[in-house]
């Protein structure tokens, strides 16, 4: 894996309960990250998201965002529930974020930057690729400053099995051998080509006919949401014999459960959040027309 860009820890945020458990020591919350949408080319400004996992936020009335700060701290931002938007099937939940950015260390994954299915096929992503992913490491998280942790891995299967979320709903996954553990969920996971190593021939498709060294990412291939455990059986002192009753003990298997960008794209594209971005901008035209008129 090639040296990650500092500005990939500066798009993770961290999301909690509340106030109380954002600012206590004990290992809770869940992570999250930054998107945004362009508004039109009349503007040419776009409306700031943040991403995180449906089931950290579900049934948690205010949402407590920890934002890195220009000055070297940190600020909490309690939000309203009810205006986190979900579109019901995937495990994943947007809110649309309106502060004053030049007051904090900030960075946006443009959609641009996501991962859709065209370019998985064009560009032949599927087992073996790179992974990263930046999120809260609980154990050593920063008390003072957000301090997200780069973790590694490989895209082991593309989302071909879905699998049942916590909501009774099939969820399409990439699964990436990347240790995802609490912590991590709502982190975003990115998938990175060496540009040393190119494609195979049959990675030129006519619409990309060759190799260019700008394809090689890292594109946002989708969002962690869960990590898939394994369930060992307990053996007797002989290491033969298993106990009666039998019991079990759950141990990681290593694998950690991606819903892949273009889901996310999904979401952002709903009508509740392109009504919102429609109004943002024009709110904005009607601003800068009445400045000129001035």
């Given amino acids: ?42 503007t040419k400004e776009s409306q700031p998201y943040v991403v995180t ?46 502060v004053m950015e030049e007051n904090y260390r900030m960075t946006y994954v443009s959609v641009s930057a996501f991962m859709t299915t065209a370019i998985a096929t064009g560009r032949n992503i599927g087992p073996g690729d790179e992974a990263f992913m930046v999120g809260r490491f609980v154990s050593h998280e920063g008390t003072q400053r957000n301090t997200p942790t780069v973790r590694f891995g490989n895209i082991a ?36 080509i060496d540009p040393t190593l190119p494609r195979a021939p049959y990675w030129a498709t006519p619409a990309m006919p060759v190799y260019q060294p700008e394809w090689h990412g890292p594109w946002l291939l989708g969002i962690d949401w869960c990590h898939i455990h394994d369930y060992e059986p307990l053996y007797q002192a002989d290491k033969e014999t298993r106990t009666s009753p039998a019991q079990w003990v759950k141990s990681h298997s290593g694998m950690a459960g991606v819903i892949p960008a273009w889901r996310l794209r999904a979401l952002l594209e709903t009508d509740e959040l392109v009504k919102q971005r429609k109004q943002k901008d024009e709110r904005i035209t009607a601003e800068k027309n009445s400045d000129l008129k001035s």
């Fill in 1 to 42: 894996m090639l040296r990650i860009p500092d500005h990939f820890l500066d798009c993770s945020l961290y999301v909690y309960e509340s106030i109380e458990t954002a600012k206590g020591t004990k290992p809770s919350g869940a992570s999250g990250f930054l998107v945004c949408v362009p508004l039109s080319v009349n």
């Fill in 53 to 98: 996992n449906r089931h950290v936020i579900d049934n948690v009335p205010s949402p407590v965002l920890r934002l890195n700060t220009i000055n070297g701290s940190t600020e909490f931002l309690q939000t309203n529930g009810l205006r986190w938007v979900i579109n019901g099937e995937d495990d994943l939940a947007v809110l649309p974020l309106d």
């Fill in 157 to 192: 299967m593309t989302p071909q099995e879905p699998m049942q979320n916590a909501f009774g709903n099939l969820q399409e996954t990439f699964l990436v051998e990347c240790r995802s553990i609490p912590g991590f969920s709502g982190s975003p996971v990115f998938v990175y």
